[in-house]
């Protein structure tokens, strides 16, 4: 089966820098476009940042503004976010998923399949 889990998450001040990871397994991940999401509380599932399986496009969020860098490495299974600049308003649980192969918008939170349990991220001022 599809498993997806984060690490990385932490408590940081503003201006910060974390760098999330995603390990992969039980799905051909080279084959796979892959996304970071992250809810807050009290708030809906955003979409964050989204790579091309073979790494040649990369999407983000309006409000990264340049501060997150999404990759990936293949031959590890695994997707990272290196986050620059955090700021308080970037406080939440970041999930990693797997772009669903019905889904053709990978800024649609709805289009992902699977999905890790997340990992949190506190900017404190």
């Known amino acids: 089966q599809v498993r997806l889990v984060e690490s990385g998450g932490r408590l940081v001040q503003t201006g910060g820098s974390l760098r999330l990871s995603c390990a992969a397994s039980g799905l051909t991940f080279s084959m796979s476009n892959m996304g970071w999401l992250r809810q807050a509380p009290g708030k809906e599932r955003e979409f964050v940042a989204a790579?091309?399986?073979?790494?040649?496009?990369?999407w983000y969020g309006d409000f990264v503004k340049e501060r997150f860098t999404i990759s990936r490495d293949n031959a590890k299974s695994t997707v990272y976010l290196q986050m620059n600049n955090l700021e308080s308003e970037d406080s939440a649980t970041y999930y990693c998923?797997?772009?669903?192969?019905?889904?053709?918008?990978?800024?649609?939170?709805?289009?992902?399949?699977?999905w890790g349990r997340g990992t949190q991220v506190t900017v404190s001022s």
């Open positions: 790579i091309q399986w073979n790494s040649e496009s990369v």
């Open positions: 998923a797997v772009q669903g192969a019905h889904s053709r918008d990978l800024y649609d939170v709805k289009g992902y399949d699977y």
